[in-house]
């Protein structure tokens, strides 16, 4: 995939993550799409890790990816950011993320998540 189609893609999958966008999201994980993250060192299929993102939204109110930095690579790329989120409480939080994408025939095949939860920090209001 050349690197101005997966700049593409990247973008509509960040832009369907943080709106909840699961109709995007269907569209362009690959059939066999395979999610990992390091918190619990587990590989989820495709139906689970779209749960996650449903899951999420209706943890937050608001979702964004701050920061973004894209490195592309011949099947993918490398998307550091800060995961942003208000909870409905209006609990905010935010924490340093990684990816690491693999694109096949155009659609995302495996993304394997980085989270760095010792800097998760959580806003003053509501937490204790």
């Not at 995939?1 to 960040?14: K, P």
């Not at 059939?31 to 060192?41: A, E, T």
């Not at 749960?51 to 930095?69: G, P």
């Not at 659609?107 to 209001?125: C, F, G, P, W």
């Amino acid at each position: 995939m050349e690197t101005r189609a997966a700049e593409q893609l990247a973008v509509e999958l960040t832009t369907a993550f943080e709106n909840g966008d699961l109709e995007t999201i269907e569209r362009i994980y690959a059939p066999n799409f395979i999610l990992w993250r390091n918190i619990d060192d587990r590989e989820e299929g495709r139906a689970a890790g779209i749960q996650s993102i449903v899951n999420l939204h209706n943890s937050f109110a608001k979702i964004r990816l701050e920061r973004l930095k894209r490195s592309f690579f011949d099947g993918g790329y490398v998307q550091q950011f800060v995961f942003s989120a208000v909870t409905h409480e209006g609990v905010a939080m935010s924490g340093p993320m990684c990816m690491v994408i693999l694109i096949e025939a155009g659609r995302i095949l495996r993304v394997d998540e980085y989270y760095d939860s010792v800097q998760d920090s959580r806003s003053e209001k509501g937490h204790a």
